[in-house]
Protein backbone atom coordinates (compact mmCIF):
# COMPACT_ATOMS: atom_id res chain seq x y z
CA UNK A 1 0.00 0.00 0.00
CA UNK A 2 0.97 3.84 -0.14
CA UNK A 3 1.79 4.85 3.65
CA UNK A 4 2.75 8.57 2.41
CA UNK A 5 3.56 10.36 -0.91
CA UNK A 6 4.54 14.61 -0.50
CA UNK A 7 6.33 17.08 -2.74
CA UNK A 8 9.01 18.40 -0.43
CA UNK A 9 10.67 22.29 -1.88
CA UNK A 10 13.14 23.97 0.15
CA UNK A 11 12.83 21.21 3.32
CA UNK A 12 9.04 21.80 3.63
CA UNK A 13 6.06 19.24 3.01
CA UNK A 14 3.03 20.00 -0.08
CA UNK A 15 0.72 17.79 -0.73
CA UNK A 16 0.67 15.76 -3.54
CA UNK A 17 -2.52 15.05 -5.71
CA UNK A 18 -1.90 13.48 -9.56
CA UNK A 19 1.55 11.88 -9.75
CA UNK A 20 1.82 12.47 -13.14
CA UNK A 21 0.49 15.95 -12.56
CA UNK A 22 3.00 17.38 -10.29
CA UNK A 23 6.02 15.22 -11.60
CA UNK A 24 5.24 17.11 -14.78
CA UNK A 25 5.23 20.12 -12.83
CA UNK A 26 8.23 19.50 -10.72
CA UNK A 27 10.49 18.69 -14.53
CA UNK A 28 9.21 21.61 -15.98
CA UNK A 29 10.85 24.25 -13.80
CA UNK A 30 9.05 24.00 -10.34
CA UNK A 31 11.42 23.13 -7.18
CA UNK A 32 11.39 20.45 -5.16
CA UNK A 33 11.11 16.53 -5.56
CA UNK A 34 8.43 13.96 -5.12
CA UNK A 35 8.77 11.27 -2.31
CA UNK A 36 6.55 7.83 -2.50
CA UNK A 37 6.28 5.22 0.15
CA UNK A 38 4.76 1.93 -0.39
CA UNK A 39 4.76 -0.86 1.79
CA UNK A 40 4.24 -4.40 0.80
CA UNK A 41 2.44 -2.87 -2.13
CA UNK A 42 -0.31 -4.87 -4.32
CA UNK A 43 0.72 -5.26 -8.03
CA UNK A 44 -1.85 -2.46 -8.88
CA UNK A 45 -0.35 -0.26 -6.77
CA UNK A 46 3.01 -0.78 -7.84
CA UNK A 47 1.78 -0.55 -11.87
CA UNK A 48 0.20 2.44 -10.98
CA UNK A 49 3.07 3.89 -9.97
CA UNK A 50 5.28 2.55 -12.62
CA UNK A 51 3.44 3.82 -14.92
CA UNK A 52 3.51 7.75 -13.72
CA UNK A 53 7.26 7.45 -13.15
CA UNK A 54 8.11 5.16 -15.58
CA UNK A 55 10.71 3.28 -13.60
CA UNK A 56 13.27 0.88 -15.69
CA UNK A 57 11.91 -2.45 -16.27
CA UNK A 58 15.02 -4.38 -15.29
CA UNK A 59 14.52 -2.35 -11.57
CA UNK A 60 11.21 -2.74 -11.31
CA UNK A 61 11.28 -6.95 -12.22
CA UNK A 62 13.83 -7.37 -9.36
CA UNK A 63 10.84 -5.25 -7.17
CA UNK A 64 8.52 -7.52 -8.09
CA UNK A 65 10.07 -10.63 -7.51
CA UNK A 66 11.82 -9.27 -4.16
CA UNK A 67 14.89 -11.43 -2.59
CA UNK A 68 17.24 -9.53 -4.10
CA UNK A 69 20.95 -9.45 -3.21
CA UNK A 70 21.46 -5.53 -1.55
CA UNK A 71 23.24 -3.20 -4.31
CA UNK A 72 23.76 0.18 -6.01
CA UNK A 73 22.20 -0.21 -10.02
CA UNK A 74 22.46 2.73 -12.39
CA UNK A 75 20.73 3.12 -15.06
CA UNK A 76 20.51 5.90 -17.62
CA UNK A 77 17.97 7.91 -16.11
CA UNK A 78 17.44 6.72 -12.21
CA UNK A 79 19.33 4.61 -9.98
CA UNK A 80 17.93 1.58 -8.30
CA UNK A 81 18.76 0.22 -4.59
CA UNK A 82 18.28 -2.60 -2.75
CA UNK A 83 18.63 -2.18 0.97
CA UNK A 84 18.32 -5.54 3.15
CA UNK A 85 16.71 -4.95 6.33
CA UNK A 86 17.28 -6.93 9.50
CA UNK A 87 14.84 -7.65 12.67
CA UNK A 88 16.24 -8.59 16.26
CA UNK A 89 13.64 -10.85 17.92
CA UNK A 90 14.26 -11.35 21.29
CA UNK A 91 12.09 -14.11 22.06
CA UNK A 92 13.68 -16.52 19.82
CA UNK A 93 17.38 -14.87 19.28
CA UNK A 94 16.60 -15.02 15.37
CA UNK A 95 17.22 -12.25 12.77
CA UNK A 96 14.67 -11.93 10.41
CA UNK A 97 15.37 -10.22 7.14
CA UNK A 98 13.44 -7.59 4.70
CA UNK A 99 14.09 -5.24 2.23
CA UNK A 100 14.39 -1.77 1.63
CA UNK A 101 14.45 -0.55 -2.47
CA UNK A 102 14.97 2.81 -3.34
CA UNK A 103 13.87 4.16 -7.14
CA UNK A 104 15.96 7.64 -7.71
CA UNK A 105 15.11 9.47 -10.73
CA UNK A 106 14.79 12.53 -12.08
CA UNK A 107 12.67 14.96 -9.26
CA UNK A 108 11.60 11.91 -7.59
CA UNK A 109 12.11 9.41 -5.06
CA UNK A 110 9.95 5.88 -4.20
CA UNK A 111 11.37 4.17 -1.08
CA UNK A 112 9.55 0.41 -0.76
CA UNK A 113 9.58 -1.61 2.11
CA UNK A 114 9.01 -5.25 2.42
CA UNK A 115 8.30 -7.19 5.99
CA UNK A 116 8.26 -5.39 9.37
CA UNK A 117 11.92 -4.56 9.76
CA UNK A 118 12.91 -1.15 9.77
CA UNK A 119 10.36 0.96 9.36
CA UNK A 120 10.97 4.36 7.54
CA UNK A 121 8.43 6.66 9.23
CA UNK A 122 10.81 7.71 11.41
CA UNK A 123 13.25 8.69 9.09
CA UNK A 124 10.92 10.46 6.96
CA UNK A 125 10.02 12.61 10.13
CA UNK A 126 13.19 13.50 10.56
CA UNK A 127 14.51 14.68 7.77
CA UNK A 128 11.34 16.70 7.52
CA UNK A 129 11.67 18.71 11.04
CA UNK A 130 15.63 18.65 10.63
CA UNK A 131 17.07 21.64 9.40
CA UNK A 132 18.71 21.23 5.90
CA UNK A 133 17.93 17.48 6.01
CA UNK A 134 16.25 17.54 2.27
CA UNK A 135 19.07 20.66 0.90
CA UNK A 136 20.09 17.67 -1.39
CA UNK A 137 16.82 16.39 -2.52
CA UNK A 138 16.56 12.57 -3.23
CA UNK A 139 20.49 12.03 -2.33
CA UNK A 140 19.12 13.40 1.02
CA UNK A 141 16.45 10.48 1.17
CA UNK A 142 18.70 7.70 -0.45
CA UNK A 143 21.40 8.84 2.82
CA UNK A 144 18.85 8.98 5.51
CA UNK A 145 17.38 5.68 4.88
CA UNK A 146 20.90 4.03 4.51
CA UNK A 147 22.04 5.58 7.07
CA UNK A 148 18.97 4.20 9.18
CA UNK A 149 19.46 0.32 8.13
CA UNK A 150 22.64 0.71 8.83
CA UNK A 151 22.44 2.31 12.56
CA UNK A 152 19.77 -0.64 12.77
CA UNK A 153 22.43 -3.32 11.71
CA UNK A 154 24.55 -1.97 14.73
CA UNK A 155 21.89 -2.90 17.03
CA UNK A 156 21.55 -6.14 15.42
CA UNK A 157 25.28 -6.40 16.19
CA UNK A 158 24.77 -5.71 19.68
CA UNK A 159 22.65 -7.95 20.02
CA UNK A 160 24.22 -10.60 18.62
CA UNK A 161 27.38 -10.15 20.49
CA UNK A 162 25.12 -10.57 24.01
CA UNK A 163 24.40 -13.97 22.81
CA UNK A 164 28.01 -14.70 22.03
CA UNK A 165 29.07 -13.85 25.16
CA UNK A 166 25.97 -15.66 26.69
CA UNK A 167 27.25 -18.79 24.67
CA UNK A 168 31.08 -18.69 25.66
CA UNK A 169 30.59 -18.37 29.01
CA UNK A 170 28.32 -21.62 29.28
CA UNK A 171 30.45 -23.68 27.37
CA UNK A 172 33.66 -22.39 28.91
CA UNK A 173 32.35 -22.25 32.31
CA UNK A 174 29.40 -25.28 32.55
CA UNK A 175 30.38 -27.51 29.43
CA UNK A 176 27.14 -29.49 30.71
CA UNK A 177 25.04 -26.67 30.34
CA UNK A 178 26.36 -25.47 26.85
CA UNK A 179 24.21 -26.79 23.83
CA UNK A 180 25.82 -27.40 20.08
CA UNK A 181 22.42 -26.58 18.45
CA UNK A 182 21.85 -22.84 20.32
CA UNK A 183 25.48 -22.42 19.04
CA UNK A 184 24.94 -23.83 15.22
CA UNK A 185 21.69 -21.18 15.78
CA UNK A 186 23.54 -18.18 16.44
CA UNK A 187 26.25 -19.22 13.87
CA UNK A 188 23.27 -19.68 11.13
CA UNK A 189 22.03 -15.99 12.04
CA UNK A 190 25.44 -14.06 12.11
CA UNK A 191 25.90 -15.97 8.61
CA UNK A 192 22.34 -14.15 7.65
CA UNK A 193 23.91 -10.94 9.07
CA UNK A 194 26.63 -11.65 6.42
CA UNK A 195 24.76 -12.26 3.73
CA UNK A 196 22.84 -8.59 4.49
CA UNK A 197 25.89 -6.56 5.63
CA UNK A 198 28.58 -7.91 2.99
CA UNK A 199 27.55 -6.92 -0.57
CA UNK A 200 26.45 -3.51 1.12
CA UNK A 201 29.59 -2.85 2.03
CA UNK A 202 30.74 -3.02 -1.71
CA UNK A 203 28.25 -1.43 -3.67
CA UNK A 204 28.79 1.63 -1.51
CA UNK A 205 31.93 1.23 -1.60
CA UNK A 206 31.59 1.40 -5.46
CA UNK A 207 29.10 4.10 -5.32
CA UNK A 208 31.13 6.30 -3.72
CA UNK A 209 34.67 5.79 -5.41
CA UNK A 210 33.22 5.07 -9.26
CA UNK A 211 29.78 6.10 -9.34
CA UNK A 212 27.89 9.38 -7.91
CA UNK A 213 30.17 9.84 -5.45
CA UNK A 214 32.22 12.10 -7.03
CA UNK A 215 29.70 14.68 -8.46
CA UNK A 216 27.97 14.24 -5.02
CA UNK A 217 28.17 17.77 -2.60
CA UNK A 218 30.67 17.05 -0.27
CA UNK A 219 28.51 17.19 3.07
CA UNK A 220 26.52 14.04 1.39
CA UNK A 221 30.22 12.43 0.32
CA UNK A 222 31.12 12.94 3.64
CA UNK A 223 27.70 11.52 5.12
CA UNK A 224 28.01 8.62 2.69
CA UNK A 225 31.62 7.84 3.98
CA UNK A 226 30.19 7.75 7.77
CA UNK A 227 27.77 5.07 6.53
CA UNK A 228 30.69 3.39 4.55
CA UNK A 229 32.98 3.07 7.78
CA UNK A 230 29.66 2.05 9.68
CA UNK A 231 29.20 -0.82 7.60
CA UNK A 232 32.95 -1.68 7.63
CA UNK A 233 33.05 -1.72 11.31
CA UNK A 234 29.70 -4.36 11.06
CA UNK A 235 31.69 -6.16 8.52
CA UNK A 236 34.37 -6.62 11.00
CA UNK A 237 32.12 -7.77 13.66
CA UNK A 238 30.79 -9.79 11.56
CA UNK A 239 33.62 -12.07 10.28
CA UNK A 240 35.13 -12.06 14.18
CA UNK A 241 31.57 -13.47 15.26
CA UNK A 242 32.09 -16.33 12.61
CA UNK A 243 35.77 -17.18 13.87
CA UNK A 244 34.81 -16.87 17.02
CA UNK A 245 31.60 -19.33 16.86
CA UNK A 246 33.71 -21.78 15.02
CA UNK A 247 36.21 -21.97 17.81
CA UNK A 248 33.90 -21.83 20.32
CA UNK A 249 31.70 -24.93 18.34
CA UNK A 250 34.75 -26.82 18.45
CA UNK A 251 35.73 -26.50 21.63
CA UNK A 252 32.00 -27.38 22.86
CA UNK A 253 32.72 -30.75 20.66
CA UNK A 254 35.86 -31.06 22.18
CA UNK A 255 34.85 -31.16 25.67
CA UNK A 256 31.47 -33.52 24.88
CA UNK A 257 34.69 -35.53 23.23
CA UNK A 258 36.78 -35.14 26.77
CA UNK A 259 33.09 -35.96 28.67
CA UNK A 260 32.89 -38.97 27.04
CA UNK A 261 36.42 -40.05 27.19
CA UNK A 262 35.74 -39.82 30.73
CA UNK A 263 32.51 -41.60 30.79
CA UNK A 264 34.15 -44.35 28.98
CA UNK A 265 36.93 -44.72 31.19
CA UNK A 266 34.85 -44.85 34.36
CA UNK A 267 32.58 -47.33 32.81
CA UNK A 268 35.40 -49.61 31.40
CA UNK A 269 37.07 -49.28 34.92
CA UNK A 270 33.86 -50.50 36.81
CA UNK A 271 33.60 -52.94 34.21
CA UNK A 272 37.04 -54.84 35.02
CA UNK A 273 36.18 -54.35 38.94
CA UNK A 274 33.19 -56.50 38.14
CA UNK A 275 34.66 -58.92 36.02
CA UNK A 276 36.62 -60.27 38.85
CA UNK A 277 33.98 -62.07 40.87
CA UNK A 278 32.45 -63.15 37.26
CA UNK A 279 35.20 -64.69 36.32
CA UNK A 280 35.08 -66.32 39.76
CA UNK A 281 31.98 -67.39 40.58
CA UNK A 282 31.16 -68.76 36.90
CA UNK A 283 34.49 -70.90 37.56
CA UNK A 284 33.53 -71.99 40.79
CA UNK A 285 29.80 -71.79 39.70
CA UNK A 286 30.42 -75.25 37.36
CA UNK A 287 28.83 -78.26 38.56
CA UNK A 288 32.00 -80.36 38.29
CA UNK A 289 31.89 -83.46 41.18
CA UNK A 290 34.85 -82.83 43.06
CA UNK A 291 34.63 -78.38 44.21
CA UNK A 292 37.17 -77.73 46.42
CA UNK A 293 34.87 -74.90 47.99
CA UNK A 294 32.83 -77.81 48.84
CA UNK A 295 34.79 -80.14 50.18
CA UNK A 296 37.90 -77.98 51.87
CA UNK A 297 37.14 -78.09 55.71
CA UNK A 298 38.88 -77.71 59.05
CA UNK A 299 38.26 -79.25 62.22
CA UNK A 300 37.44 -76.25 65.04
CA UNK A 301 35.77 -77.77 68.44
CA UNK A 302 35.24 -80.88 67.58
CA UNK A 303 33.10 -79.82 64.46
CA UNK A 304 34.31 -79.19 61.11
CA UNK A 305 34.62 -76.02 59.21
CA UNK A 306 34.26 -75.31 55.31
CA UNK A 307 35.88 -72.59 54.81
CA UNK A 308 35.79 -73.21 50.52
CA UNK A 309 32.75 -70.06 50.32
CA UNK A 310 34.90 -67.65 52.43
CA UNK A 311 37.75 -67.63 51.15
CA UNK A 312 36.64 -67.59 47.42
CA UNK A 313 34.45 -64.41 48.98
CA UNK A 314 37.58 -62.80 50.82
CA UNK A 315 39.68 -63.13 47.53
CA UNK A 316 37.22 -61.53 45.07
CA UNK A 317 36.61 -58.86 47.56
CA UNK A 318 40.32 -57.99 47.91
CA UNK A 319 40.92 -58.18 44.45
CA UNK A 320 37.80 -55.89 43.76
CA UNK A 321 39.66 -53.29 46.15
CA UNK A 322 42.88 -53.66 44.85
CA UNK A 323 41.37 -53.12 41.38
CA UNK A 324 39.67 -49.93 42.83
CA UNK A 325 42.25 -48.37 44.25
CA UNK A 326 44.26 -48.57 41.56
CA UNK A 327 41.89 -46.92 39.16
CA UNK A 328 41.31 -44.21 41.44
CA UNK A 329 45.15 -43.71 41.77
CA UNK A 330 45.14 -43.51 37.38
CA UNK A 331 42.31 -40.89 37.43
CA UNK A 332 40.08 -43.41 36.03
CA UNK A 333 37.72 -43.23 38.97
Avoid at 65 to 75: M, P
Amino acid sequence: MIVDQAIYRDGRRHPCGDLGADLDALRTGAEGFLWIGLKDPSDDEFALVNTELHLHPLAVEDAVKGNQRAKIERYETSIFVVLKTLRYIDSTSDIETGEVMLFIGDRFVVTVRQGEANPLDGVRHRLEVEEGGLQHGPMSVLHAVMDSVVDNYRAVDSEIKQDLDNIEAVVFGDAAEADANAIYRLKREVQEFRRASGPLTDAVSSFIEHGLGASLHADLRHRFRDVQDHLRQVGDHVDSYDRLLTDILSAHLSGVSVKQNEDMRKISAWVAIAAVPTMVAGIFGMNFEHMPELTASVGIGGSEFYYGYPVTLLFMASVCTALYRAFRRSGWL
